[in-house]
């Protein structure tokens, strides 16, 4: 068997996975920039919104830093793999950019 990913065949964020007498190229983990292989600990650097965290790529939970993410009044944040989203309180809708009571 010739060993096709040698030469490095596939894009920037897929690796590739030799098989007999041939090969395929399998997308990175999203919590990588580059990869050498399948999941999360095998990432050549992690994404925005994610820190490497014994040997892996975690997400940030940008909810729980010291500074607020979601400043506005009335407001929630909840975490999203590599992000988050800032939504309205329950009770409270989303006008124009603003959350007011409902």
């Known amino acids: 068997d010739l060993d096709e990913c ?3 065949p596939c894009k920037d964020h897929q690796y590739c ?3 007999d007498g041939s090969f395929s190229c399998k997308a990175c983990d999203a919590s990588c920039v580059g990869c050498t292989g399948e999941g999360s600990e095998k990432c050549k650097t992690c994404a925005s919104g994610y820190v490497k965290e014994d040997e892996k790529c975690t997400d940030i ?3 729980n830093l010291p500074e ?6 009335n407001q929630d944040c909840v975490n999203t793999s ?3 989203k800032c939504v ?3 009770g409270f809708e989303d ?3 603003t959350c007011v009571q409902t």
Do not use: F, I, Q
């Open 82 to 84: 590599g992000s988050y």
């Open 68 to 73: 607020k993410v979601c400043t506005e009044e």
């Open 61 to 63: 939970d940008e909810c």
């Open 6 to 8: 040698a030469a490095s």
């Open 17 to 19: 996975l030799n098989t």
């Open 88 to 90: 309205c309180s329950e």
């Open 95 to 97: 006008k124009d950019g």
